[in-house]
């Protein structure tokens, strides 16, 4: 009971986050190149940051164990790219399509059915056999079996280069902002701080901040029930399939997290005056399932999404996930130079 | 205010992202200096980004009103630089 409780109250305010922040990183790394708009992809900086020094300091005063995800080249290759390629044509992340349907768009829904069928089957099913071929045989350890870090492959404390790096970062880029002060953004300010937190999109700083935070309470929150991991999307899903349909199920703290981002964000929808059935075009929707499919499909290879690998594993200096993360990229504008550049381009 | 009635309208409601921004970008290229875009849109995320890019890309942005719900009405004059 406490495991649901705690679950659906971190999701709501990660789902509350993502909504008013418009936080999706399939938008935040297909904008570097279609648009050229940096906007989210600064706000994935900031809550890197905030997690990696809120990760490094609860590490080192014993309040969390580290649990970064192992390097698995082939896994996180494969599946990274495939994810990647899949969020642009599904029209988002992981937790991107999780609260878009949560503000009510029906071709978030479509990529859900696609993301969690091939979730289940690569995870438990007839796929399986190739998740388990990559994760087993492309696995590289350290000298002492653990995980690789950038902490370990140098041979130092994973926790004092976490502090330490995000720390210098954050200054750093705390002193170039304030140096060249002259970015306004469109729009007309909020009146009051009600409307500024419930009515207006969130400032980049603003949701990176949030989401980040979120991710720091996510990991001792979660430990707690015995899941010793932050924030994640792709085994909540199956959780939340398996509690309805397989008999005996218990639902856990991510398939609880997921159901609080959907509340959280439905929720913020509604109080900004958001929230709307709203359908694409059924040739969308097809190719919303299509993307969901290859992210549920990558997400299981790769042994998490963009949330449980660059939103949870980055942060605790995952060699692994950095790779995962460096694939996905890859994967998301290949995809996105074919389904917009190129088009765009000849429209010219 | 000058005379704001749209040259060209496109209804992006319901489109996955980033279909409004590309429709609306690749719109904006094949449309002359001085017309006005109207773009019908209920996507929060590309509510806040088209008219941020449209104003980086040169354009004027006449308006950002809502409709009703999540629905906007953005009105761009086309200045940019083809």
Redesign the interface.
């Known amino acids: 009971m406490i495991t649901v409780v705690s679950g659906i109250l971190v999701g709501a305010l990660f789902g509350f986050s993502l ?1 008013r922040g ?1 936080f ?1 990183m ?2 935040a790394f ?2 570097i190149i ?4 940096f ?1 989210l992809v600064k706000a994935v900086g900031v809550a890197l940051l905030v997690e990696t020094l809120g990760f490094s300091i609860m590490a080192m005063t014993g309040v969390i164990k580290m649990a970064p995800p192992a390097l698995m080249w082939g896994a996180e290759g494969v599946g990274g790219l495939l994810f990647g390629m899949g969020m642009v044509l ?3 992340c992981a937790s ?1 399509i999780t609260y878009r349907a949560g ?1 009510g ?4 829904f479509s990529a859900i059915v696609g993301f969690s069928l091939f979730a289940l089957t690569t995870s438990a099913g007839v796929l399986s056999p190739v998740a388990n071929f990559l994760k087993t045989n492309t696995k590289i350890s350290a000298a002492d079996g653990s995980p690789l870090t950038l902490g370990n492959i140098f041979g130092i404390n994973a926790n004092v280069v976490g502090l330490v790096l995000s720390v210098v970062i954050i200054a750093v880029w705390v002193v170039l902002a304030l140096r060249k002060r002259t970015e306004e ?3 007309e300010k909020p009146k009051s701080i009600w409307e500024a937190i419930f009515k207006k ?1 969130w400032s980049w700083p603003a949701a990176g901040i949030a989401v980040g935070l979120v991710g720091v309470l996510a990991f001792p929150l979660s430990a707690a029930t015995g899941r010793n991991y932050p924030l994640g999307i792709t085994a909540g899903w199956n959780n939340i399939w398996q509690t309805l349909f397989v008999p005996g199920t218990v639902m856990n703290w991510g398939g609880a997290l997921i159901i609080g981002i959907v509340l959280g964000s439905l929720v913020g ?1 509604a109080i ?5 059935l ?4 059924p040739k ?1 929707l097809v190719q ?1 399932f299509i993307g969901g499919s290859l992210m549920g499909f990558g997400a299981t290879v790769a042994g998490g999404c963009n949330v449980g690998h660059v939103l949870s594993g980055v942060p605790q200096l995952s060699i692994g996930s950095m790779f995962d993360t460096f694939m996905i990229i890859a994967g998301c504008w290949i995809m996105a130079y074919f389904l ?1 550049i190129r ?2 381009n000849a ?2 | 205010m000058s005379d704001q009635t749209p040259t060209k309208t496109i209804d992006e409601c319901g489109k996955i992202c980033p279909y409004p921004d590309v429709d609306t970008m690749t719109t904006l290229k094949k449309m002359k200096k001085g017309e006005i875009l109207e773009v019908l849109i209920d996507y929060p995320l590309s509510v806040e980004r088209i008219p941020r890019n449209a104003k980086r890309n040169g354009h004027k942005i006449l308006k950002v009103e809502r409709v009703e719900g999540p629905t906007h009405r953005i009105l761009i004059e086309v200045l940019g630089l083809k």
Not at chain 1, 34 to 37: H, K, L, S, T
Not at chain 1, 278 to 281: F, G, K, L
């Open positions: 909504q418009r999706c399939n938008s297909r904008d279609v648009g050229r708009d906007n599904a029209g988002g991107g503000e768009l029906v071709g978030a953004e469109p729009g999109g929808a900004a005056g958001e929230l709307a709203r359908a694409p075009a969308v919303a917009f088009p765009m429209a010219r």
